[in-house]
């Protein structure tokens, strides 16, 4: 491998050893960072630890974990590790009926994680020449912002075009030879069927070269649709925001499980039952300590994503240890659209209406390329026959739905008593019937 390869040759080929001897200094950097904060004093206290504990990375077991709980908890600012006037930007999670999560940035964090998401795309072969084309919603998701700038130091032309309108995410694609495309891949595969749509073969009226997917979990096979439809080579992204957001995690080159950069993170992976390390290589849920960060370090974070650590060296020259694809959640958080959802915000939205019954099914769907969530939900007494009414209570229902997830679903009310709710106890309450293509 020439080092014109690495955007980072120092640390992307560091050996193993250095790597080892770099994560401890930046442990021990952070464990003490970390005092800063009231939130971790109290859990260092309780389990009668301190800073000084920490001799070896083994030792990053003696740390407690922290949960999505604990940032909602703690919301907004209980886990800032520096004063406010230090912090320069926050991300937030969607969702008003609870606490949502709030993840704090100071410039060098905002510079460091640039620096990750440039690594992970001049990996994939994009370089200053390439013009690259974002489909992720910017705002409060991670995937628009933190695409940007990693793209902006690479040096490529950027277009923000941001989530949706379709037809025009081809013209850009078209008019300004975009080449490196970031897209879910659900969306990538919508992208492919209006292109069909509209007479436009990508392979030959497009420049499109490389994409970068991440988000939803997604199969070897789905990749490699994705490619020959667009007639590129497809990286799968990960991603959390927080950690930060893109660029915890990407493929290289060999397509062959995803690079975590473990100068930014201690990867764990643990049973998600007795918390306890699961042998390498043996799926668990993935467990991340930042060793990079200022405004809101987090020690060992429970993503509940799961995966396993892929054995052996990958020959692109990278020790940083590759994840395989993930494997879904040890929680009941789903993905739609590139969103982030959990049952119980839908479950708060309905209970709020007296109108409704406490029973109700959400249905996850690809209708026409498009992914789509229907509820089903229970009217509390028997049907009535106002329509009007009806339908405002639908559309009611539907606005504050969108409020709380970022999506608009479809609702629809049905009579007491329709649905069939399981007897066991944990009722079913969502049914995945997506298929990618
Ligand atoms: N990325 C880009 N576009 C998306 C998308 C995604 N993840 N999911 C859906 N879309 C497109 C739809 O195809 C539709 O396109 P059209 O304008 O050509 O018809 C458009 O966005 C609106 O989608 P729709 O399903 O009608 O609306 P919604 O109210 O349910 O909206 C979005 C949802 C798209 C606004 C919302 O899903 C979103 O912002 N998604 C992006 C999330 C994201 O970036 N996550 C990070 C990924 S790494
Ligand atoms: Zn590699």
Redesign the pocket.
């Known amino acids: 491998m020439n080092y014109s390869d690495y955007f980072n040759p120092e640390v992307e080929t560091m050996s193993e050893d250095r790597l080892k001897a770099l994560q401890l200094e930046r442990l021990q950097k952070t464990v003490h960072h970390c005092m800063n904060s009231p939130f971790y004093q109290k859990k260092f206290q309780e389990l009668g630890i301190t800073p000084e504990d920490i001799k070896t990375l083994d030792d990053v077991q003696k740390l407690p974990f922290t949960s999505k709980e604990d940032l909602r908890e703690n919301y907004p600012f209980g886990l800032a590790c520096v004063p406010m006037k230090d912090c320069v930007r926050l991300h937030s999670s969607s969702g008003t009926t609870g606490n949502p999560t709030v993840v704090l940035h100071t410039q060098k964090d905002l510079d460091e994680w640039a620096n990750a998401v440039a690594r992970c795309l001049w990996m994939v072969g994009s370089r200053p020449e390439d013009v690259f084309q974002n ?3 910017y705002g409060m ?4 912002l933190g695409f940007q700038y990693g793209a902006e130091k690479v040096g490529m032309l950027t277009v923000p075009a941001a ?5 025009r ?1 081809i013209k850009f694609i078209k008019d300004f030879g975009t080449t490196v495309l ?3 891949p ?2 990538a595969s ?1 992208i492919y069927e ?1 292109m069909k749509e509209e007479g436009i073969d990508p392979r030959k009226d497009t420049k499109l070269r490389v994409l970068c997917i ?2 939803e979990p997604h199969s070897e096979e789905q990749r490699q649709r994705i490619e020959q439809n667009l007639g590129v080579k497809a990286y799968n ?1 990960y ?1 959390i925001s927080e950690m930060m957001g ?1 660029g915890v995690a990407f493929e290289c080159q060999e397509q062959n499980g995803l690079h975590i950069w473990e100068d930014y993170f201690i990867v764990e992976i643990i049973d998600p039952v007795t918390l306890k390390p699961v042998p390498d290589g043996q799926l668990g849920e993935l467990v991340l300590t930042t060793i990079n960060r200022e405004a809101m370090p987090l020690l060992r974070y429970r993503t509940r994503d799961l995966t396993r650590i892929l054995p052996g060296e990958c020959p692109c020259g990278r020790h940083h240890r590759r994840l395989a694809r993930l494997q879904g959640r040890s929680d009941d958080m789903m993905i ?4 982030n959802i959990f049952p119980i915000q839908i479950e708060k939205i309905l209970l709020g209406f007296k109108e409704l019954n406490t029973d109700y099914l959400i249905t996850l769907e690809t209708v026409d390329s ?3 969530m229907t509820i089903d939900v229970e009217l509390n007494q028997m049907f009535t026959d106002d329509y009007n009414r009806l339908k405002s209570l639908e559309r009611e229902i539907t606005r504050q739905l ?1 409020d709380e997830i ?3 679903p479809r609702v629809r009310l049905i009579p007491k008593g329709s649905l069939v709710v399981s007897d066991e106890k944990k009722a079913v309450r969502v049914k995945d019937l997506r298929k990618l293509f």
């Open positions: 489909s992720a919603g998701f991670t995937a628009g989530a949706g309108n379709t037809i995410q970031h897209a879910i659900s969306y919508r209006v991440g988000a992204s991603g893109p739609l659209k590139g969103v498009n992914d789509i969108k970022l999506i608009t």
